[in-house]
């Protein structure tokens, strides 16, 4: 889900993990328990509104750095992690231009919270939501002959994603203790 698009907005990603801290065991740790590069895409359907109708489409790549976790099983665990994305937002209009719009950058940063298990070794599901505050609010405005130009849509100050998955562990370590 986009959090910089005027409606939800559907999309896909893909990651790679570095894991720092143990892996085994229950309890809580503290630090730098892992690392995720993340890619991201995501594509609105058609947003309309009185004067017009149009797309938008976000994509970025991220930083996620995990500084606590709470192992509740040996395969379960949360991690509260901060993310920071760099990327584009594009805004196109269907039958209308939105001038002003090409494709423009977009940063943010934010708090997130996963949920992670790892039901048969190396499979796991991934669960994740977060607060999203872009660091660059974008304009996408209607620019029609007969008009004056018009404000079709603005980035809000403050947004949120979520997304869930399936995941491989590729390589694992010897002291890992999952089954």
């Given at each position: 889900?986009?959090?910089?698009?005027?409606?939800?907005?559907f999309?896909?990603?893909?990651?790679?993990?570095?894991?720092?801290?143990?892996?085994?065991?229950?309890?809580?740790?503290?630090?730098?328990?892992t690392?995720?590069?993340?890619?991201?895409?995501?594509?609105?359907?058609?947003?309309?509104?009185?004067?017009?109708?149009a797309?938008?489409?976000?994509?970025?790549?991220?930083?996620e750095?995990?500084?606590?976790?709470?192992r509740?099983?040996?395969r379960?665990?949360?991690?509260?992690c901060?993310?920071?994305?760099?990327?584009?937002?594009?805004?196109?209009?269907?039958?209308?231009?939105?001038?002003?719009?090409?494709v423009?950058?977009w940063?943010?940063a934010?708090?997130?919270?996963?949920?992670?298990?790892?039901?048969?070794r190396?499979?796991?599901?991934?669960?994740?939501a977060?607060?999203v505050?872009p660091l660059?609010?974008?304009?996408?405005?209607?620019?029609?002959p007969?008009?004056?130009?018009?404000?079709?849509y603005?980035?809000?100050?403050?947004?949120?994603?979520?997304?869930i998955?399936?995941?491989?562990?590729?390589?694992?370590?010897d002291?890992?203790?999952?089954?």
């Amino acid at each position: 889900m986009s959090p910089a698009s005027p409606s939800v907005a559907f999309g896909g990603a893909a990651f790679a993990e570095l894991e720092l801290g143990p892996n085994a065991g229950t309890g809580m740790s503290l630090g730098l328990p892992t690392l995720r590069l993340t890619a991201r895409y995501a594509r609105t359907a058609t947003v309309h509104r009185a004067e017009a109708a149009a797309q938008f489409d976000w994509g970025a790549l991220g930083l996620e750095a995990c500084f606590a976790r709470v192992r509740l099983a040996p395969r379960v665990d949360w991690q509260a992690c901060g993310a920071f994305d760099a990327g584009f937002l594009r805004g196109q209009g269907d039958e209308l231009a939105l001038t002003r719009t090409p494709v423009r950058p977009w940063f943010s940063a934010g708090p997130l919270l996963r949920f992670q298990w790892f039901f048969r070794r190396p499979w796991f599901f991934d669960a994740e939501a977060e607060l999203v505050v872009p660091l660059r609010r974008e304009t996408f405005v209607l620019d029609q002959p007969s008009t004056a130009p018009t404000i079709f849509y603005e980035v809000a100050p403050l947004g949120g994603g979520a997304g869930i998955g399936l995941g491989f562990e590729l390589g694992d370590r010897d002291s890992d203790l999952r089954p």
